[in-house]
């Protein structure tokens, strides 16, 4: 099964590439929100899609996602970032982040009261970025 997480937009372009090239089958792809996505998918370990906003207090402030290491260290993925009030999907890996920062993350959800903890924050939404949606196949 191929999955992949995007924009709308970015996903209905990478899936017409996919379809153009004959890749997976037009009939077979199915999109449905992330946060369907992750409730409904039984093969997946138990991941959550959650964000919190970064404090001025917080050992993250001024440290890139890169040297913060969300994945090793805590099993998650910064899939956006909300600064200014502006979204930014798929942030670089050398975004520097700064207090007031809101950051979306999908991770193990036994995992993600660790990092917590360690951005002296308190998890504010669980769900998806508006307009983020999960593309797949659909063969399992």
Known sequence: MLTFVG???EVDS?????????????????????????????????????????EAKSAFVGRTIANIDFKSAYGSLVVAIEHNL??????SRNTRLAAGDRIWLI????LAGNLINAADAEVIDRGTPEGVVAQTDGLL
């Open 86 to 91: 502006l979204l930014r999907m798929k942030p």
């Open 14 to 54: 990478y899936l017409q590439h996919l379809l153009k090239d004959n890749v997976i089958d037009e009939d077979k792809a199915l999109g449905e929100s992330l946060e369907d996505y992750l409730a409904s998918s039984p093969s997946s370990p138990d991941i959550t899609c959650f964000s919190f906003v970064i």
């Open 107 to 110: 991770g193990e959800s036994g």
């Open 7 to 9: 924009t709308e937009d």
